[in-house]
């Protein structure tokens, strides 16, 4: 009896040391903060240098094939906590580093230069400004203007071109930017903020040596030029970030600037902000507890057009196939989260994702400030920044889904509805089967939608109840369009290509194709008119960035640059009686149509950008038109070697040009050691 009783105390405790020992571990899991500081939403927060080198000896995977799973060991964003603390002191880095930024303004080609100060005269009194996705936030571009001076930035140099009145037009200033390689600008007033990638030197002694020898690093820099005077621009102030530039936003006077960085175990640096030099930010880095073979760094760093301040940072780390779509009140940030095929696969009959998916970040922006939110993640591949959109609070998504299963890839696409919190809340799926999206426009409560594979499906998309989208209409035409921009609220213009069958039985893309759709009837969507311009191998920089898009609906205009192939029939006389003989002729230039709902496109007419002959197919050449814009009854079409100025009243009259200046120079330097 005695037995009995002693095995019975002995079997509670044991019981009781199990529950205790298991209340103990639960209360680890959901209050321990993570061996490298708090785990919110999802991510991992890195403090110092010692933290980074630990986590990326831990996450990162030196094989590609599958860069979500260690063997027997599959990691998800909601459920991986950390083990061991790893806090130290913050690391002191970027001291020493020697800037690399030296102005150096060059004299203005000779034939084209104004004489003494900025000329004097007025602006115009319209003009037109860069094509944007969200109003009230402009995008940063290679070229602004501000209808007096156009501001162009190519091959490191700052080129100020006094652009009105046409007819006096001319180069005012040229100045050499520091660095390798020049990006993007923002013009605010007086206040000319320029973009480029260059790099810091710090002088290090390699162990086992007592000869300190350079290491360079890249750097991705902003100049803050005062432009008071336009023939003499002056640096005021320069802001380092780490990494080499993506992006940038401006919205109610602050810029919103992204930059990236490889990190791997070997290079584990926390990233430094500088102002002048100075290091004014060490932000802590956002993690993913997720493994990856190969972790990006972006930081994002706010500041105004003073330039003398930063007013806030945040780094974090995602993988390399990165989505920006920036709203007055949020930045999202996505990239994608690959599940290894073998994982991933299927049974027969089995639905469902297991292919790549998009994880999304959002960071609240106001007055400078970025904060964290939150973290999401929908099935499949974003195509571009028009693949999101905030509207009333919520963010929906377009997506093109990739599905293993029975040896064999389905694709399909959806559209998703996230809360704040990036939760989904509406969502629509299996649209288009086998084909994939070429193009999304969110407007108000509907999407327009392309997809391709032999025809161009246009839907209309009801968006109303985020809790439930569905499609309202649907319309097929041959081609498809890559760029689809509003006309008005019952009319959509889109840019893309015609497509024709070809002898293989598949459908090949010809010309460039400019469409307008009548959705007044939301559920039987109309095909207004179309042109089609050119034939195979036609193409025109608006396909690829809707910045080359020129739309006024007041002034009735598109403008759109191109660069034709046509194929011109042979005579007969000269060559012979054979059939289907032709001669290519090519075009370089830019069209401009009229436009209405009653009218479809009028052709006003084409603008030659420069008078040589071109024989080449080369469509990415210095000739090619880029951007083009307008100030009052004025257009020019802007190449990386010409500026046309020609009359909107009658196209056929060239009034100006000017030439711009070829300084294309290679400085990045080639040394460098490992540390």
């Known amino acids: 009896m005695e037995k009995k009783t002693g095995f019975k105390i002995v079997m509670i405790l044991l019981i009781a040391g199990i529950i205790a020992v298991a209340g103990i571990f639960a209360y680890v899991l959901l209050f321990y903060p993570g061996p490298y500081g708090d785990d919110e939403n999802g991510l991992i927060r890195v403090t110092d240098e010692d933290g980074l080198k630990k986590y990326l000896e831990e996450y990162s995977q030196d094989y590609s094939y599958s860069r979500y799973e260690y063997p027997d060991r599959v990691f998800f964003a909601d459920d991986v906590m950390a083990e061991e603390s790893l806090s130290s002191g913050r690391m002191d880095s970027g001291d020493s580093m020697i800037k690399y930024a030296v102005q150096d303004t060059v004299p203005p080609a000779v034939a084209q230069s104004l004489p003494g100060t900025v000329a004097g005269g007025s602006g115009a009194s319209v003009y037109s400004e860069t094509n944007v996705q969200v109003r009230g936030v402009d995008e940063a571009d290679y070229l602004k203007n501000d209808g007096k001076y156009i501001y162009i930035l190519k091959d490191s140099l700052l080129t100020i071109v006094d652009a009105y009145p046409a007819e006096k037009s001319g180069i005012l200033s040229e100045t050499k930017i520091p660095g390798y390689r020049t990006a993007d600008l923002f013009l605010k007033g007086d206040r000319l903020v320029v973009f480029a990638d260059g790099y810091e030197e710090e002088w290090i002694t390699p162990e086992g040596s007592s000869v300190p020898v350079p290491v360079t690093e890249d750097a991705a820099k902003a100049y803050i030029f005062d432009i008071s005077d336009r023939s003499a621009p002056e640096i005021l102030h320069e802001i380092t970030m780490p990494g080499s530039y993506s992006d940038a936003r401006m919205t109610d006077g602050w810029i919103y600037a992204v930059t990236k960085k490889p990190v791997n175990r070997y290079d584990s640096k926390m990233p430094v902000v500088k102002v002048d030099s100075t290091a004014v930010s060490r932000p802590e880095i956002w993690c993913p507890p997720v493994p990856y073979s190969s972790f990006v760094m972006y930081t994002i760093t706010s500041f105004d057009t003073s330039g003398s301040e930063v007013a806030d940072t945040e780094s974090f780390l995602l993988g390399w196939d990165d989505t920006m779509y920036v709203s007055a009140k949020n930045i999202y940030l996505s990239y994608i989260k690959n599940t290894p095929y073998y994982r991933g696969m299927l049974a027969d009959g089995e639905t469902g994702s297991n292919g790549p998916e998009s994880v999304i970040h959002r960071f609240s922006i106001g007055k400078g400030d970025i904060e964290y939110k939150s973290t999401g993640t929908v099935a499949g591949r974003l195509l571009n920044q028009w693949s999101l959109d905030e509207y009333n609070d919520n963010l929906r998504v377009a997506a093109t889904v990739n599905n293993y ?177 032709y001669t290519r002729e090519i075009f370089n230039g830019a069209y401009v149509f009229g436009i209405s709902p009653e009218s479809g496109f009028i052709l006003k007419g084409k603008v030659k950008q420069g008078d040589s002959e071109i024989n080449s197919y080369y469509r990415s050449g210095p000739e090619v038109v880029r951007r083009s814009l307008y100030m009052d009854d004025v257009l020019y079409t802007v190449s990386d070697e010409l500026i046309v100025m020609s009359s909107l009243k009658d196209l056929s009259i060239k009034i100006n040009e000017v030439m711009l200046r070829d300084n294309t120079e290679y400085t990045k330097p080639h040394y460098n050691i490992v540390r």
């Open 405 to 581: 299963g029975g040896g064999e890839i389905s694709m399909y696409n959806s559209v998703y509805v996230l809360n704040p919190e990036l939760e989904i809340r509406g969502r629509l799926e299996y649209i288009a089967p086998d084909e994939r999206i070429y193009s999304a426009r969110f407007a108000g409560d509907r999407l327009y939608l392309v997809t391709f594979k032999e025809m161009d499906p246009f839907f209309v998309i009801d968006l109303s109840n985020p809790d439930k989208p569905g499609i309202l209409g649907e319309l097929k035409i041959p081609g498809y369009s890559d760029y689809l921009h509003p006309y008005d609220e019952d009319h959509i213009i889109g840019i893309g290509k015609s497509a024709e069958k070809n002898e293989w039985g598949g459908v090949s893309a010809t010309g460039l194709k400019v469409a307008l759709f009548d959705v007044t009837d939301v559920n039987s969507p109309a095909l207004t008119d179309s042109v089609e311009i050119g034939d195979y191998g036609s193409d025109s920089e608006a396909l690829r960035d809707h910045k080359a898009l020129l739309f006024d609906k007041e002034k009735n205009i598109l403008v759109l640059p191109v660069w034709e192939i046509a194929d011109v029939p042979i005579d007969e006389s000269m060559y012979g009686n054979y059939e289907k003989s």
